[in-house]
């Protein structure tokens, strides 16, 4: 099915934003989002995209939030560690 570009809900919606997605992926290194391309189909530019089978869905991930995401940044809030 052919969406031509336009506002949906109040956000843009594109193929290219489609794309976008993929090629901000890849910058971040994130690998969440299948391979993305623009091409010509039946006269029309569309997004195309790489079909994946038997993946993980974000929440089947992990759900543990870490507790010191950056190695060494996490603070004490012992008080006995304060000096004062």
Known sequence: MLV???????????????IAAYELDRL??????PPTVE?????????????????RGLLAVDQKA?????????RSTDSASSTT
């Not at 336009?6 to 843009?12: A, E, I, Q």
């Not at 091409?39 to 993946?55: A, F, H, T």
């Open 28 to 33: 971040l290194g994130l690998d969440m989002v």
């Open 4 to 18: 031509a570009p336009g506002y949906r809900g109040g956000f843009w919606e594109s193929y290219k934003s489609e």
């Open 66 to 74: 870490p507790h010191d995401p950056v190695p060494g940044t996490a």
């Open 39 to 55: 091409r010509r189909v039946e006269n029309n530019l569309v997004s195309v995209q790489l079909w994946v089978e038997g993946c």
